[in-house]
């Protein structure tokens, strides 16, 4: 795997753990909204990043693993 690929993957894996964290805010009983609004914007945003880096990839770049 690329080192570029391994990047975006730790991208992906921190946004899935943020939008963990902002689950567990929305869920107490008297969430932040604020924060988990915050929270899942971030979230989104990195998810913007790692679907840029997947849609770049070339399709020969797939073939190879």
């Known amino acids: 795997m690329k080192f570029a690929d391994q990047m975006a ?3 992906l894996a921190h946004a899935v753990n943020q939008l963990g964290t902002a689950t567990t805010e929305a869920l107490c009983a ?8 915050l929270m899942v914007e ?5 998810l913007d990043s790692f679907l840029e880096h ?3 990839v070339e399709p020969a ?5």
């Not at 008297?30 to 609004?37: A, F, L, N, S, Y």
């Not at 971030?42 to 990195?46: A, E």
């Open 9 to 11: 993957v730790k991208l």
């Open 54 to 56: 997947y849609e770049a």
């Open 30 to 37: 008297t969430p932040d909204r604020r924060m988990v609004r």
């Open 61 to 65: 770049d797939e073939k190879q693993g």
């Open 42 to 46: 971030r979230v989104k945003g990195d």
